[in-house]
């Protein structure tokens, strides 16, 4: 995710999952939202994340699948 070539400038959970955890952080230029699932979750989780600056909050749903 970024803003005209710029990641930006921070990123607020408003919406935990609730089979895991989300860790937004910037690589290079991008700004990356990570989701790690819970050990032996399956199914789906939702979180809300919120870019800052300007962003309004967005609603992501994964799906985990087995091994």
Do not use: M, Q
Request: aromatic letters at 8%.
């Amino acid at each position: 995710v970024e803003k005209g070539g710029k990641p930006f400038n921070a990123g607020l959970l408003t919406g935990r999952p609730t089979h895991g955890k989300v860790f937004i952080h910037t690589v290079g230029d991008v700004t990356r939202v990570d989701y790690t699932p819970d050990r032996c979750f399956v199914g789906t989780d939702t979180f809300i994340v919120k870019l800052l600056p300007g962003s309004a909050g967005f609603r992501t749903a994964v799906t985990v699948t087995g091994p």
